[in-house]
């Protein structure tokens, strides 16, 4: 009887000491011995990639998309489209799983695509203006109407052939912090008349802003916006 309570007691006790080792050894000294690495070695991506602007206000991650829009004349009205804020350089659609009140910044509750196909809508395998209403070739088709009637200016017009996919469509997640160069390439003049400004600071600017393939050979070349937004307000402010 003594030896089966002194067995027991011994493994109880040889377990609460692992308990204890491995606590302090996975649950502290692990814990920040990773965060230590990450701070002295990837600072910027540990935090999150923020990008600050010029007074140090850390005004987002370079992973995450914004929208730029115009404030809603009923906030409290979901049916409300929302209008973009033409003096700015706009994303991707943001087309995705869901909208929220709360990240009022890039309205989707899920990351994700909408998983329709590519010719979702399409009459004759083409995406046309008699497209079903909801279907993707419709919200294409408003939103290549929407990019050229925004961007076109009194000298500079913008061709259909000339709107890019990714200006008419959302990434996989939904939530792509980049356009690609020729996206940026037709918002330069609408932008530059917005902003007063000349068409070769801001195109200088989008220049100053494009990444190439990573490592030279992937991907594609793109321009990460809320980037080039803070540095267009700098612009501005300058």
Same mark, same amino acid.
Request: glycine fraction near 10%.
């Given at each position: 009887?003594?030896?089966?309570?002194? @067995?027991?007691?011994?493994?109880?006790?040889?377990?609460?000491?692992?308990?204890?080792?491995?606590? %302090?050894?996975?649950? /502290?000294?692990?814990?920040?011995?990773?965060?230590?690495?990450?701070?002295?070695?990837?600072?910027?991506?540990? @935090?999150?990639?923020?990008?600050?602007?010029?007074?140090?206000?850390?005004?987002?991650?370079?992973?995450?998309?914004?929208?730029?829009?115009?404030?809603?004349?009923?906030? #409290?009205?979901? *049916?409300?489209?929302?209008?973009?804020?033409?003096?700015?350089?706009?994303?991707?659609?943001?087309?995705?799983?869901?909208?929220?009140?709360?990240?009022?910044?890039?309205?989707?509750?899920?990351? &994700?695509?909408?998983?329709?196909?590519?010719?979702?809508?399409?009459?004759?395998?083409?995406?046309?203006? &008699?497209? *079903?209403?909801?279907?993707?070739?419709?919200? %294409?088709?408003?939103?290549?109407?929407?990019?050229?009637?925004?961007?076109?200016?009194?000298?500079?017009?913008?061709?259909? *052939?000339? /709107?890019?996919?990714?200006? /008419?469509?959302?990434?996989?997640?939904?939530?792509?912090?980049?356009?690609?160069?020729?996206?940026?390439?037709?918002?330069?003049?609408?932008?530059?008349?917005?902003?007063?400004? #000349?068409?070769?600071?801001?195109?200088?600017? %989008?220049?100053?802003?494009?990444?190439?393939?990573?490592?030279?050979?992937?991907? *594609?070349?793109?321009?990460?916006?809320?980037?080039?937004?803070?540095?267009?307000?700098?612009?501005?402010?300058?």
């Amino acid at each position: 009887m003594n030896n089966s309570v002194g @067995n027991t007691a011994r493994l109880i006790g040889a377990g609460l000491r692992a308990l204890l080792v491995l606590t %302090v050894i996975c649950g /502290v000294i692990y814990p920040l011995a990773v965060t230590g690495i990450a701070q002295a070695l990837f600072n910027d991506k540990a @935090n999150g990639s923020e990008i600050k602007d010029g007074n140090g206000r850390v005004v987002g991650s370079s992973l995450i998309g914004q929208s730029y829009n115009l404030p809603k004349q009923n906030p #409290d009205d979901p *049916e409300e489209a929302s209008r973009p804020d033409l003096k700015w350089f706009q994303p991707r659609p943001s087309n995705g799983l869901g909208s929220n009140s709360v990240n009022t910044q890039y309205s989707l509750i899920l990351s &994700g695509a909408t998983n329709r196909s590519a010719d979702n809508g399409a009459v004759g395998g083409l995406c046309t203006a &008699g497209a *079903e209403e909801g279907t993707l070739c419709a919200q %294409v088709v408003a939103a290549k109407d929407s990019v050229i009637t925004d961007n076109s200016t009194a000298s500079y017009k913008v061709r259909p *052939e000339d /709107v890019p996919a990714d200006a /008419v469509t959302s990434s996989g997640s939904g939530l792509d912090p980049h356009i690609s160069p020729e996206y940026a390439g037709i918002q330069v003049h609408r932008v530059a008349e917005q902003n007063h400004l #000349d068409v070769k600071q801001v195109e200088k600017l %989008v220049a100053d802003h494009t990444d190439g393939r990573s490592l030279g050979f992937m991907g *594609e070349p793109r321009v990460n916006v809320l980037e080039l937004n803070t540095a267009l307000k700098a612009l501005t402010k300058g």
